[in-house]
């Protein structure tokens, strides 16, 4: 399994950016995929972004395209979350996630929570209007 440790999160004002970065530990030579996903109080979890690690295709959730950005660092085991032209609703605490080549679970799609098997404790991101 992977470990994954989150930092860069903060309070920042409308219309501000922010770099979100998820180094990865452990067997990080199985990775296949990385995604972020955020938690807003009271709501479910919502897919941001995903990456390929092998192809280094992208995914984005609908609320972001445009304004995000995921990118990876393959020598460093590191990705990244660039999140420009923040909004007050972008308040949640962000998730990395990571799902290992040998894991077996069933679910495919990179925007589904289901794909990942190792997760990482969060950063929150607070956006003031």
């Known amino acids: 399994q992977v470990q994954l440790v989150e930092s860069g999160g903060g309070l920042v004002q409308h219309g501000g950016s922010l770099r979100l970065s998820c180094a990865a530990s452990?067997?990080?030579?199985?990775?296949?995929?990385m995604g972020w996903f955020r938690q807003a109080p009271g709501k479910e979890r919502e897919f941001v972004a995903a990456?390929?690690?092998?192809?280094?295709?992208?995914y984005y959730g609908d609320s972001v395209k445009g304004r995000f950005t995921i990118s990876g660092d393959y020598s460093k085991n590191t990705e990244y979350l660039q999140m420009n032209s923040l909004k007050p609703e972008d308040t949640a605490v962000y998730y990395c996630?990571?799902?290992?080549?040998?894991?077996?679970?069933?679910?495919?799609?990179?925007?589904?929570?289901?794909?990942?098997?190792?997760w990482g404790q969060g950063t929150q991101v607070t956006i003031s209007s």
């Open positions: 990456i390929n690690w092998s192809g280094g295709s992208t």
């Open positions: 452990g067997r990080t030579f199985s990775t296949f995929t």
């Open positions: 996630a990571a799902r290992s080549r040998d894991y077996s679970g069933s679910d495919y799609k990179p925007g589904s929570p289901n794909h990942y098997n190792s």
